[in-house]
């Protein structure tokens, strides 16, 4: 069993920065690939983000590239998402999730999930 814990969400303006981590416990050996999620009040959870957890390989949604950096460090065991010039429409609750296989962006293949954090970005 993998247990993940996401920290660092807040309220940030228009253009502002936020930086969420992922800190993961347990069996942690078996972890493929981290990804970040994020679901808006009456939307499907999306896919964000992904990083390959030995070799750093990066993955992210169109509307995200640019703006978004996913990073790991498997030393600490936790991954971090750097989001910078965010846009209103980034408002969600983001979840970080693992999976024992490699990069996918569907949330069916991820077998464990954090809590969520919640990210609002005012206009």
């Known amino acids: 069993q993998v247990q993940l814990v996401e920290s660092g969400g807040g309220l940030v303006q228009a253009g502002g920065s936020l930086r969420l981590s992922c800190a993961a416990e347990g069996r942690t050996s078996s972890i493929y690939t981290v990804g970040w999620f994020r679901q808006a009040p009456g939307k499907e959870r999306e896919f964000v983000a992904a990083i390959t957890y030995n070799g750093g390989n990066t993955y992210y949604v169109d509307s995200v590239k640019g703006r978004f950096t996913v990073s790991r460090d498997s030393a600490k065991n936790s991954v971090t998402l750097q989001m910078v010039s965010l846009k209103p429409e980034d408002t969600a609750v983001y979840y970080c999730?693992?999976?024992?296989?490699?990069?996918?962006?569907?949330?069916?293949?991820?077998?464990?999930w954090g809590q969520g954090t919640q990210v609002n970005v005012s206009s």
């Open positions: 999730a693992a999976s024992e296989h490699f990069y996918s962006d569907s949330k069916s293949t991820y077998d464990y």
